[in-house]
């Protein structure tokens, strides 16, 4: 497993170029917060890291979402209407589980290379990941857009292993992007939520540590009269992370920025969208144990 941190400046082509033994076998496209943008990330075979498309209005791209396998995982069951990207420069989409550990990668289209089949964006089921990596919570997460530009879409992991697109932009183009998925699985550990935070719906709000790798998950309820901006909570000092994290993650009227910081504090510094459904998901927080 190959997980990125960090907030390359500047504009460098590419960000960076990993070594050989971190490289994918394809190009993998992750979404790269840039505070209240989001910016498409590709990391290619040939170990090249770089934005290929967004707005970086401070100069940096925050690269915590970027997680992957070096080698593909058990494929994907499509759903109907959908297959794996025609461009064989991209990776199809696969899953690996290790420990407990789940991670999704790779690029899927519709079948008849129209947005049609990809409906208004909402409520799009796109397939099932393979028998025994269905996560134990629905997950709500943030990848790279139809667009693949400024605007993340949001996808559900539903428990049955069900795939679908819940939210974001109108389809321009008729793929989507599902690396960055990663989740824990089995035993997991509960925090506590900040004055005037609460778990949205229900939702479990917690913790797991598989191989060294924080993994957060649950829906958080934005207190009313906010637009998010502060300290949610605190975590337990085995589940912070040793440096300033910053990642993109899904909220119910797009996206949002967090920062996991090494107090433990979840901070979240920009809601592009208060006046929506007021919950911010942490299942897309992943980082190194302290």
């Not at 497993?1 to 960000?15: A, E, K, R």
């Not at 064989?88 to 550990?101: K, S, Y």
């Not at 991670?103 to 947005?115: A, F, P």
């Amino acid at each position: 497993m190959v997980s990125l941190y960090g907030l390359p400046s500047g504009n460098p082509d590419p960000l960076t170029i990993l070594p050989s033994a971190m490289r994918p076998t394809a190009i993998l496209t992750f979404p790269g917060n840039t505070h209240s943008n989001t910016a498409r990330l590709d990391v290619s075979n040939t170990g090249d890291v770089g934005v290929a498309y967004g707005t970086r209005e401070f100069g940096w791209v925050a690269l915590g979402a970027t997680i992957y396998f070096t080698q593909r995982g058990t494929p994907f069951g499509y759903a109907s209407g959908w297959k794996g990207y025609h461009d064989t420069r991209f990776e199809p989409v696969t899953a690996t589980r290790v420990n407990e550990a789940v991670v999704i990668q790779g690029m899927l289209e519709t079948d008849d290379n129209t947005t049609a089949g990809a409906g208004a964006g909402l409520l799009t089921d796109l397939g099932t990941v393979p028998s025994g990596m269905e996560p134990d919570e629905t997950k709500y997460v943030a990848v790279a857009g139809y667009t693949g530009q400024d605007r993340g879409s949001i996808v559900r992991v539903a428990t049955n292993g069900t795939v679908s697109v819940v939210g974001g932009p109108a389809p321009t183009h008729p793929y989507v992007m599902l690396s960055g998925i990663a989740y824990g699985q089995g035993a997991r550990q509960a925090f506590t939520l900040a004055s005037g935070y609460t778990a949205y719906a229900g939702s479990l709000i917690g913790y797991r540590i598989r191989d060294g790798i924080v993994y957060l998950h649950g829906r958080i309820q934005l207190p009313a009269g906010t637009s998010a901006l502060g300290t949610a909570a605190t975590l337990p000092m085995e589940a912070r992370p040793p440096f300033n994290y910053v990642t993109e993650g899904a909220a119910g009227g797009g996206h949002v920025r967090v920062d996991v910081k090494p107090n433990g504090e979840i901070y979240w510094q920009q809601y592009s969208n208060p006046s929506g459904e007021r919950w911010i998901s942490l299942d897309n927080i992943h980082y190194p144990a302290n």
